[in-house]
């Protein structure tokens, strides 16, 4: 893996990444532990992954802390906050990575419960432990962020505009950040290659990851991705708190 943050930047620095125990968020966290940040890994009932992740990030030197939580629970998320404070005090960069709303045998509105109740619970229970010049990072698709002016796949419709309304719903916090000097961006990518949602709507539509692949001329993996989303945690956050990643042509950008 590259270097995408100059190392011991972050020395000293808490960073928390929702659903870390794999794909993105596992190799943001170990873009930001290998910056010198202190990592806690967020899972939902992949222990024995985020352990074994943790492993691999303690052997850089940094302190790391695995917290099973799921984040439509506002209990379990308040446990989360809790065992933050206590082991480290502070938090200082919120990656808000973990989503869904593709999988079977979820509720009908689980789709808008994590992707957007779940992003502001996560939010607002982590604003008592940060402070002026921290950062929330808020992680989407260009799917999900273009949603109002650029169709989607119909299988990805329902978990687009739920993302497109927790990015809004976050947004709307943006006044309240600002005035505690909390400073926020979205990080946007095309469809990226490796992940569980493009597993998905490659299993309901086939030949789909593909047919973007050459509309866009390439696609993003999953570390490099990573990569980008681990910038956007210290580089400076653009006026309109977006950083887009990978093609945006298809939508009009």
């Not at 989360?80 to 206590?86: G, T």
Request: net charge negative; no cysteine.
């Amino acid at each position: 893996m590259s270097q995408p943050v100059p190392a011991a930047s972050l020395t000293g620095k808490t960073a928390l990444v929702t659903g870390s125990s794999r794909g993105i968020g596992a190799d943001t966290a170990r873009y930001l532990a290998q910056a010198g940040a202190n990592v806690v890994i967020n899972f939902r009932n992949k222990a024995p992954r985020a352990e074994k992740l943790a492993t691999e990030l303690r052997a850089l030197g940094v302190d790391v802390l695995t917290v099973g939580a799921d984040l439509t629970e506002a209990a379990s998320v308040a446990e989360m906050f809790s065992a933050v404070k206590e082991r480290f005090g502070s938090l200082d960069i919120l990656v808000l990575n973990a989503s869904g709303g593709m999988e079977g045998g979820m509720a009908e509105d689980y789709a808008l419960t994590l992707n957007r109740d779940a992003q502001v619970g996560a939010l607002e229970a982590a604003l008592p432990l940060m402070a002026a010049g921290s950062r929330v990072v808020f992680v989407t698709s260009h799917q999900a962020h273009f949603i109002e002016t650029t169709p989607t796949m119909p299988e990805y419709e329902p978990v687009a505009k739920s993302k497109r309304a927790g990015e809004d719903a976050l947004r709307e916090r943006i006044p309240l950040l600002t005035e505690q000097g909390i400073e926020f961006v979205v990080v946007s990518g095309d469809m990226i290659e490796g992940t569980i949602t493009a597993t998905l709507l490659e299993r309901a539509n086939p030949g789909a990851i593909a047919e973007r692949r050459e509309s866009a001329g390439k696609l993003y993996n999953v570390s490099e991705f990573a990569a980008e989303v681990a910038r956007a945690a210290v580089e400076p956050v653009p006026a309109d708190h977006t950083r887009l990643i990978g093609d945006t042509s298809s939508f009009g950008v």
